[in-house]
């Protein structure tokens, strides 16, 4: 990482940080993680290919791709449930934005299942989505979503009043040339909204290494709040505001606790995402946190 160039600000110096995370997700091999002395951004190394990276997602077992809602697990239908309320604490947030009365139109890049477009539609927003996963797209078009690969995407001749990425522009390789992309798709003031972790909630601070949002190696990038913001600002947008998203303390706690094997996750993670939450009243580090972009 010595002579890595920073994709968001192009410093060269870099501090190594004292977490090892693991892949949990798949092959349990350690990461480092390096921290921008210049923007404070923290990159996975070493940085995986993009031709490479699907073999780190283990698809069948990401909760945001499992095609169905239904679960045999009290756990799984708990998050379906937290899912849906969430995605209706989004659509009020953007309606809000946008304006309640005006109808708008909406595309969900890196849209999973398509729980979101589904909530999105179910509010009367027309909603489409991008995913990376091919089988996946094949699937949601089959079931009569409007979805795209990347590849379609980036041809489409169509621009969006809000685009969308839930716990997805961690996972971009190269945010910089996204962002110009997101921003030529927008309609003058459109919307931009990323969910993002926080490397700077107290959930990460206890968990260290074994935090679960650290998800390496396929989230290329961790941003800070001002990292993301400075960033995001400087590729033609403005900031609105910045709002906490409660319940993914609870999961991120949860997940972690998982990767720390411990025998109830469940009651330890509800305990420390409480408590998490209740410590980021202070501050506002909240474990993750939704961002709003307007496109200036």
Avoid at 58 to 73: C, G, I, L, M, P
Avoid at 82 to 95: E, F, T
Wanted: one cysteine or more; hydrophobic letters at 35%; charged letters at 20%.
């Amino acid at each position: 990482m010595n002579d890595a160039t920073c994709t968001l600000c192009g410093n060269k110096h870099w501090v190594e940080r004292n977490e090892k995370p693991i892949a949990w997700r798949s092959t349990f091999e350690k990461f480092s993680l390096f921290e921008c002395t210049n923007c404070g951004v923290i990159k996975t190394f070493p940085e995986i290919k993009e031709s490479e990276i699907h073999d780190y997602y283990n698809f069948q077992n990401y909760d945001s791709h499992a095609v169905t809602t239904k679960s045999e697990s009290f756990f799984g239908f708990l998050y379906n449930q937290i899912r849906n309320i969430n995605a209706y604490q989004k659509i009020k947030l953007l309606k809000r934005n946008i304006g309640n009365n005006k109808t708008f139109n909406l595309l969900d890049y890196g849209c999973g299942n398509g729980s979101f477009i589904d909530t999105a539609i179910r509010n009367s927003i027309h909603a489409e989505g991008v995913e990376f996963d091919e089988h996946l797209v094949k699937s949601l078009k089959n079931n009569g979503k409007i979805v795209y690969s990347v590849n379609e995407f980036y041809s489409l001749q169509k621009t969006f009043d809000v685009i969308s990425l839930f716990h997805v522009f961690e996972h971009l390789q190269n945010p910089n040339f996204n962002l110009e992309v997101f921003r030529s798709k927008l309609k003058p003031n459109g919307l931009l909204v990323i969910a993002l972790p926080n490397p700077d909630s107290y959930d990460c601070f206890y968990y260290s290494s074994e935090w679960a949002a650290w998800d390496v190696p396929i989230h290329y990038h961790h941003f800070r709040k001002d990292s993301i913001v400075q960033f995001v600002e400087s590729n033609g947008f403005d900031i609105l505001k910045i709002k906490p998203l409660y319940f993914d303390a609870f999961y991120i706690s949860y997940l972690s606790e998982k990767i720390k094997k411990n025998k109830v996750p469940m009651f330890r993670g509800f305990l420390m995402g409480l408590y998490s939450n209740i410590l980021a009243i202070k501050d506002g580090n909240y474990s993750s946190l939704l961002y709003v972009f307007k496109k200036n």
